[in-house]
């Protein structure tokens, strides 16, 4: 019985042996394996960045100058339904057919045009955000590099985090010096 037993123990040890040696074989200087985070406040990012400033009162100028532009063509239909509305009892019915067809065209006329204005504006928007979200790349990708950061997170996502690892402030000065303004393209060109 002892013999079972001590051959019990020279069997366990010689399975045991290759994996003490793998934990032992480890006596380098450990590295630094923390991970480093940092946030940035988008939010406030996009709205104090002087570039996206810019983009927003370029494309609100462009947006007033087509609302003006619809608001006259919306009065010029209006007026074109009340003569269409008198030339009602005028007409025959074939060619007060006619003109209502006209007026029809010219309603999804302006609607084509008021919705073709519209996605020319979103893409020139886009285009130019675009732009701004390339360079913040590069500043957010040298900051991090700078700081040996391994993780940055949108603060947006996080229900608390110390202040000290918010980057925002420092990403707005660096985007503001990066690039001060972009100009937004001409819509439908």
């Known amino acids: 019985m002892l013999t079972k ?14 994996l003490s040696m793998a934990f032992a074989q480890d006596t380098t200087a450990p590295e630094d394996k923390s991970l480093r985070i940092a946030v940035i406040n988008m939010k406030l990012l996009r709205k104090s960045s002087t570039a996206m400033q810019g983009i927003r009162e370029q494309v609100s100028s462009v947006r007033a100058t087509y609302q003006a532009q619809v608001q006259t063509e919306n009065e010029e239909l209006r007026a074109a339904s009340e003569e269409l509305a008198r030339q009602r009892t005028i007409l025959g019915a074939e060619a007060f057919a006619a003109e209502r067809r006209k007026f029809e065209a010219s309603v999804a006329d302006v609607q084509r045009m008021t919705e073709r ?15 701004v979200q390339v360079v913040l790349n590069e500043v957010i990708t040298t900051i991090a590099k700078e700081r040996n950061l391994g993780l940055i997170l949108p603060r947006e996502q996080i229900i608390f985090v110390n202040s000290s690892l918010d980057l925002t402030a420092e990403l707005i000065t660096r985007l503001n010096a990066a690039l001060p303004s972009v100009t937004v393209p001409q819509p439908g060109q």
């Open 5 to 18: 037993i001590a051959r019990l123990v020279v069997v366990s040890a010689m399975l045991l042996a290759p």
């Open 117 to 131: 204005r519209r996605d020319d504006l979103k893409l020139v928007r886009d285009q130019a955000t675009a732009e």
